[in-house]
């Protein structure tokens, strides 16, 4: 195919498609790629280039592209219920999902919400929390707590618990007032000062705070931040101490990503954890159907399910989608879990180790700052001020066989769990050729 077929697709794109977190009037500088089709780490477009899914298509490819084994769920799924609805009716994948995932937290979470995207299982998250508190005659519970530069999501309920500038300020009139607390930063060495500050609004905000939220380990979109697990044990402490729901939300860290299947793991020292050890609430979405369907979960306790336990409807959770525990989600979903069953985090142990080999020159180059890795998540910060670096960044890595979106000045890489030595070695190099070609022409 040619070029020609390549630009077709652009224009008649760039007309019609109103494209996400895009400035239209800007995106004819950074034309989106017309893709044609994906088979493994590798996307390809109509001219047969093909380019490395490094960020896993914002985070949710964990297997790459068309993998054989979640295709032939969803086939057999598809040929067997594509939906029914799950109010008055229920489902093998549906029931099998809940159970699979409860167990993964040896029934501390006890029971699952089917929502159909991350913004969407904020939401319930945020809904279940005040409603229990409400049913359980503590009206006053109804603020929210969340950390700076978090990130949970853009619809109007989830946007009011998310700390990034660019996605916020334009409807902040519309939001639901949030406490936002001081978050801790490895490379700021401030956890105690974060946990203070969280202990000091709890106090001050006593019997009024429905629920804390937070990215565990990870906060993502605001550019891959990350803090050690003991600042989640304390903050789960306070949660407890202060009778606070803590919202967990792994949207972006579960499903393997930071070395272990929920990220909340890593919280337990050399004993397994208790059931009170675990969040209130844990979301999940992104890699939970691999990239293939949309579907997210909100797991949490028996102490939250009997809030709404009662003979008066309106005292129930009411709330549903449209495509409420959608089958063909749940089928891709049960075989993303098949994965963890056979061993996927070992395979993941090893991946990240590769990543961190082929990685560790950059650690001695004088343009980056604080090279961080948590399991299959690795950023580092480019320090040489460029003027819309993300966007020069994401076109010269197209050059390089590479698909990625640095976010502001910050690098980071998200792989589908496909990576040998051979890919980390290629990505690393691609990496570096790109930032050289970046920095050069700056
Ligand atoms: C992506 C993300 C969300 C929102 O999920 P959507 O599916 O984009 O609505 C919420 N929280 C975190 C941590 C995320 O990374």
């Known amino acids: 195919m040619s070029e020609a077929v390549q630009q077709d697709w652009q224009r008649r794109s760039l007309a019609a498609v109103w494209h996400p977190c895009t400035q239209m009037a800007r995106a004819q500088d950074v034309p989106p790629l017309p893709i044609a089709r994906g088979q493994g780490p590798w996307l390809f477009d109509h001219q047969g280039r093909r380019y490395f899914d490094a960020n896993s298509s914002w985070w949710v490819n964990l297997f790459g592209h068309a ?36 167990a993964r937290t040896s029934g501390a979470l006890g ?33 929210f707590v969340c950390l700076k530069n978090g990130y949970h999501g853009e619809t109007i309920g989830a946007l009011a618990v998310t700390d990034v500038a660019i996605f916020r300020d334009a409807y902040d009139p519309l939001l639901m007032r949030a406490h936002i607390v001081e978050s801790p930063d490895q490379r700021l060495g401030n956890e105690a000062q974060a946990l203070a500050a969280m202990r000091s609004l709890l106090l001050a905000r006593q019997g009024r705070i ?8 990870v906060q993502g979109a605001t550019g891959m931040v990350m803090h050690a697990p003991s600042y989640l044990r304390s903050l789960r402490a306070l949660c407890t101490e202060f009778e606070v729901h803590l919202i967990a939300d792994e949207i972006a860290v579960g499903c393997g990503r930071t070395g272990t299947f929920f990220a909340w793991e890593q919280t337990a020292g ?40 009662s003979q008066d409807v309106t005292r129930g959770f009411l709330h549903s989608h449209s495509y409420t525990g959608n089958p063909l989600a749940c089928a891709a979903a049960n075989a993303v879990l098949d994965r963890f069953d056979a061993g996927q985090l070992r395979a993941n142990q090893a991946q990240s180790g590769w990543l961190t080999e082929a990685f ?43 698909l990625i979106r640095p976010i502001g000045q910050t690098v980071y890489l998200m792989p589908p769990y496909l990576i040998d030595a051979e890919t980390a070695a290629f990505l690393a190099q691609a990496v570096r050729q790109t930032l050289d070609e970046v920095l050069h022409a700056a």
């Open 67 to 102: 993998d054989p084994g979640l295709n032939d769920a969803i086939r057999h799924q598809l040929d067997t219920l594509p939906h029914v609805m799950l109010a008055g009716c229920t489902h093998e994948p549906a029931v099998r999902l809940a159970e699979r995932l409860s």
């Open 270 to 309: 050399d004993q397994a954890l208790q059931p009170g050890d675990w969040p209130d609430f844990l979301l999940l979405s992104k890699g939970i159907t691999g990239g293939t369907m949309p579907l997210s979960l909100v797991l949490t306790t028996e102490a939250v399910f009997q809030a709404f336990w």
């Open 210 to 217: 429905a629920a804390v939220i937070v990215e565990p380990l």
């Open 360 to 402: 560790a020159p950059l650690a001695a180059d004088g343009r980056i700052a604080h090279l961080r890795q948590r399991g299959m998540i690795l950023a580092f910060d480019v320090t040489p001020r460029v003027e819309r670096f993300s966007e020069a960044f994401h076109l010269a890595a197209r050059r390089h066989e590479l």
């Open 111 to 143: 029971h699952l919400f089917f929502g159909s995207d991350g913004a969407s299982a904020v939401e319930i998250a945020l809904k279940q929390s005040f409603h229990s508190w409400r049913n359980r005659g503590q009206t006053d519970k109804r603020e």
